[in-house]
Nanobody, 122 residues
């Protein structure tokens, strides 16, 4: 069982930056692929970024060049650095974990955090 706790969300202006953190319980964090997803009001949950156990990364097209996912296995933590934020980035951001290879589909993830709100004003 893995428990995930996100932090770092908030209210910012367009063009600002935020760094989200997700800390996992358990001793096998380094073997999990980790993903960030987001869900805006009235929309389905969508993929944002993912990182494999070997630190291979993959991004959704709209965040490429603006967001960076990274992990610190010693701290059982995955990060999402978000730069040049836009109002359309406003959503609840969720951290997710899965055993095995990196995936971009939410239903392929086994464990989820409670989410953290990111609001970007124009």
């Amino acid at each position: 069982q893995v428990q995930l706790v996100e932090s770092g969300g908030g209210l910012v202006q367009a063009g600002d930056s935020l760094r989200l953190s997700c800390t996992a319980s358990g001793r096998t964090f380094s073997s999990y692929a980790m993903g960030w997803f987001r869900q805006a009001p009235g929309k389905e949950r969508e993929f944002v970024a993912a990182i494999s156990w070997g630190s291979t990364t993959f991004y959704e097209d709209s965040v490429k060049g603006r967001f960076t996912i990274s992990r610190d296995n010693a701290k059982n933590t995955v990060y999402l650095q978000m730069n040049s934020l836009k109002p359309e980035d406003t959503a609840v951001y969720y951290c997710a974990a899965r055993g095995g290879i990196l995936k971009t589909i939410a239903t392929r993830y086994d464990y989820w955090g409670q989410g953290t709100q990111v609001t970007v004003s124009s």
